[in-house]
T-cell receptor, first 111, second 113 residues
Framework: AQSVTQPDIHITVSEGASLELRCNYSYGATPYLFWYVQSPGQGLQLLLKYFSGDTLVQGIKGFEAEFKRSQSSFNLRKPSVHWSDAAEYFCAVVRGYKLSFGAGTTVTVRA | NAGVTQTPKFQVLKTGQSMTLQCAQDMNHEYMSWYRQDPGMGLRLIHYSVGAGITDQGEVPNGYNVSRSTTEDFPLRLLSAAPSQTSVYFC????????????FGSGTRLTVV
């Protein structure tokens, strides 16, 4: 069975500081991996995706993620956080057509 | 604008009532799915469809029915609403190869009293 773990439920970061959100998955083969962002009361927006190839992927809004097969991880990073990055972030894994989500990490940005 | 449209945005039901949540997409996506979102649990897959006439169960299918008579529409039916079905429901769609990821609707907030 596959699962997605986001170890951090809540992260607080200062505006301008760097951000890293952790994601670990359990799956036998190389999965399709996604990061989504959800602003309060909104739907989910795709930040970036990894299917194969270069293990460092660039996404929208200045985010990037690195796939590490040896660690079964797909961590999301941003070098300098803006107040508008306050949201909930979800890591997701596809097996077949089923998209499985982690429980999410809420990011609070302080001035 | 191309995308996934969900209606209604908000709904309050009494226990035992039935209703249908509507989902439509105009991107000619083969794959459509329904999720429910509850605090601390992320999004959980209810049902999904890989094409017209084909549906299958996800993680939490009990109490919900679906059908897919057209490529565009994938309604979710609650046959007899229960308070445990209070949640935010999201519909998502993608192409068969998932190359562009999954597109989500804006959600339906359902309260069962």
């Amino acid at each position: 069975a596959q699962s997605v773990t986001q170890p951090d439920i809540h992260i607080t970061v200062s505006e301008g500081a760097s951000l890293e959100l952790r994601c670990n998955y359990s799956y036998g083969a190389t999965p399709y991996l996604f990061w989504y962002v959800q602003s309060p009361g909104q739907g989910l927006q795709l930040l970036l995706k990894y299917f194969s190839g270069d293990t460092l992927v660039q996404g929208i809004k200045g985010f990037e993620a690195e796939f590490k097969r040896s660690q079964s991880s797909f961590n999301l990073r941003k070098p300098s956080v803006h107040w508008s990055d306050a949201a909930e972030y979800f890591c997701a894994v596809v097996r077949g057509y089923k998209l499985s989500f982690g429980a999410g990490t809420t990011v609070t940005v302080r001035a | 604008n191309a995308g996934v449209t969900q209606t209604p945005k908000f709904q309050v039901l009494k226990t035992g009532q039935s209703m249908t949540l509507q989902c439509a997409q105009d991107m000619n996506h083969e794959y459509m799915s329904w999720y429910r979102q509850d605090p601390g649990m992320g999004l959980r897959l209810i049902h999904y469809s890989v094409g017209a006439g084909i549906t299958d169960q996800g993680e939490v299918p009990n109490g919900y029915n679906v059908s897919r008579s057209t490529t565009e529409d994938f309604p979710l039916r609650l046959l007899s609403a229960a308070p445990s079905q209070t949640s935010v429901y999201f519909c998502a769609s993608s192409y068969r190869d998932r190359g562009d990821g999954y597109t989500f609707g804006s959600g339906t907030r359902l309260t069962v009293v």
